[in-house]
């Protein structure tokens, strides 16, 4: 019999949201797109980061890739502000 563990460390022991959504809405605001932090959030933890760039690239007729790699850039950046979840 096999056995697995399956463990959510985001969320769980540490919490990345801030950093996340922050990096995702400076990459879009580099792209002239504004979200509130409230939207990036609620669509992010709904769906998934992903389905929001391939969303906005439709909407505003810009690529998704370049979206996502921006935000990679930018969120690479900001790990050391990953704060442990409290308790």
């Known amino acids: 019999m096999r056995r697995a563990v399956i ?14 959504v922050e990096s995702i809405r400076l990459a879009l605001r580099e792209s002239d797109i504004c979200m509130s932090v409230e939207e990036i959030r609620k669509h992010a933890l709904q769906f998934s980061i992903k389905s929001l760039f391939a969303q906005l690239a439709v909407q505003h007729g810009i690529n998704a890739d370049v979206l996502h ?19």
């Open 69 to 87: 790699d921006r935000y990679g850039q930018i969120s690479r950046g900001k790990y050391l502000q990953i704060k442990p979840m409290a308790n």
């Open 7 to 20: 463990w959510a460390l985001d969320g769980t022991l540490f919490d990345s949201y801030d950093v996340i």
